[in-house]
């Protein structure tokens, strides 16, 4: 019976670390991830201490459950089974392909990875770039907003850098959860993203199965009262105005709100403008196109040129950053106290009267939104710019007609940023931007005129605040005329 049993060394070795494997994952694995959990358990009990807008439980459950939620869910289960009778598939295609589309929706919400990581990244990467601004904020009715209420941050759009602005300063308050795009779909960023409680979604997908999986996480998260930050233009603005409103995601959220019975959604409207957009000569090129000008062509060995020059300057000291970024957040909108308003209630109203109803409430938010985007020194000198036409100007007359325009949006509520509360520094560095661009030359003569070749550019920074002129148009326009 006895005997000696020769093996080879390396399968010992391969049979000794498996061993060590088994070992660790049933005696010490739990052990660790018992630690891990309790510690993660003190953090996310400190920070919600902390921030007013608590860290709602839906948002900590483990993904994998929240995907299994989402497949299963009821309406979910019954598009699917539409979906398979119309394409005469198997039910279970059907379902795999649900499950595909909650795989790739369902965040996996980190607190150590968004506050610790993603908030002190934000706040970085913000100040390296622009020296940002806290605009207008209603803090008094801010701080009244009811903490079990579904938050939703309601922002124009126009930069990829809104996403870390808004995260760097709201960062005190809440955990922010957006929608991204597929742009942001690439290894590591996607990740990063995902465990910073971001959702990624398909634009403009036509799948009828795919924007119910969609739409019925969007209604599961707000009901949880999860805080969301929305864009409901849909995309970055390309030549600087407010973009129509989009309804996709706000639908999602209010179509089937019953005030009675469910936790009240309250919108937040929030303003973002920039001294410089890092990617508007990206932005303006279409346009640029159209009217025949020389445009910037997107390239990825651009941008990282970009970036190494960047870079080059910053260790000759020689980096100046992007001027002034400035967010402001309005006064709350209730959606329970809305409806109140307009004796309406979503769920009892047809398809198409809820349309129309939800298209009045984006439009509401928009018009919210875009009373509080900030007026900042580049985009009052575009705008004076932009008025004066094809005639020089000089810098006395431009100072005069900056501050007659800043005065004006000042009588009308409009929060104009003047740094250091200077205007003569505030026009100064408002020229300054645009001369180092090239979007506005100096004559011989010692006067300052708007760059033909640059004009499609200059109407993008000057937009930026033209729907805050727009009512007052007439009279302002006429009094910069005159200087």
């Known amino acids: 019976m006895g005997g000696i049993v020769e093996l080879p060394v390396w399968f010992v070795a391969v049979a000794a670390i498996l061993a060590l494997v088994g070992l660790l994952d049933r005696l010490l694995v739990p052990s660790v991830r018992w630690f891990l959990r309790r510690r993660v358990n003190r953090v996310i009990d400190d920070l919600n201490d902390h921030i007013h807008l608590r860290i709602q439980p839906f948002k900590l459950n483990k993904r994998a459950s929240l995907i299994d939620r989402l497949i299963y869910d009821q309406d979910v289960i019954k598009a699917a089974e539409a979906w398979a009778i119309e394409h005469d598939e198997p039910r279970a295609s059907a379902i795999e392909r649900v499950r595909v589309y ?20 934000a706040r970085g990467l913000s100040t390296i770039l622009y020296r940002v601004r806290l605009g207008f904020s209603d803090d008094d009715n801010l701080r009244k907003i ?24 709201a960062a005190s308050n809440s955990a922010l ?86 936790r009240d959604i309250v919108f937040v409207p929030v303003g973002l403008n920039y001294d410089r957009v890092m990617e508007d000569r990206n932005l303006t090129k279409s346009l640029q196109k159209e009217t025949g000008q020389r445009h910037w062509r997107f390239g ?17 000291g020689r980096w100046f950053r992007f001027g002034y970024a400035s967010v402001g957040f309005g006064p709350p909108v209730s959606l329970r106290d809305y409806l109140k308003r307009e004796s309406r209630d979503f ?5 198409k009267a809820r349309f129309t109803a939800i298209e009045k409430l984006g439009d509401h938010l928009m018009t919210e939104v875009g009373q509080v ?28 007609r900056i501050f ?18 200077d205007r003569d ?59």
Do not use: C
């Open 425 to 483: 520094y505030a026009v100064g560095a408002g020229l300054r931007m645009l001369t180092l661009r090239r979007l506005v030359v100096e004559t011989e003569e010692g006067l300052y005129l708007a760059n033909p070749d640059e004009q499609v550019l200059l109407n993008y920074y000057a937009n930026s605040i033209a729907h805050l002129i727009k009512p007052h148009r007439a009279r302002i326009s006429k009094k910069t005329a005159a200087g």
């Open 347 to 351: 769920s009892t109203l047809s398809q």
């Open 102 to 121: 909650a795989k790739e929706i369902v965040p996996a919400f980190n607190a150590y990875a968004y506050f610790r990581v993603g908030a002190r990244a």
């Open 300 to 316: 990825t060995w651009k941008v990282v040129k970009y970036i190494l020059r960047g870079i080059g300057l910053s260790l000759r």
């Open 404 to 421: 007659s325009l800043a005065s004006d949006l000042e009588a009308a509520g409009v929060h104009v940023h003047i740094p250091r509360q």
């Open 177 to 262: 959860s957006y929608a991204v795009g597929e742009w942001a779909r690439i290894w590591p960023l996607q990740s990063l993203i995902r465990a910073m409680g971001a959702y990624f979604i398909r634009r403009d997908s036509g799948d009828p199965l795919y924007r119910k999986v969609l739409s019925r996480y969007v209604h599961i998260a707000t009901s949880e009262g999860v805080t969301q930050a929305v864009f409901p233009e849909g995309g970055l603005s390309r030549d600087g105005k407010l973009r129509p409103t989009r309804l996709g995601l706000l639908s999602y959220m209010v179509s089937d709100f019953d005030p009675e019975r469910q």
């Open 146 to 169: 009811d903490p079990d209420a579904a938050v939703v941050f309601v922002m124009n759009h126009r930069s990829n850098m809104d996403y870390v602005l808004v995260t760097y300063l």
């Open 373 to 400: 985007i900030p007026a900042l020194p580049v985009s009052l000198a575009a705008q004076v710019f932009t008025m004066a036409g094809n005639k020089p100007i000089s810098e006395l007359e431009l100072k005069s």
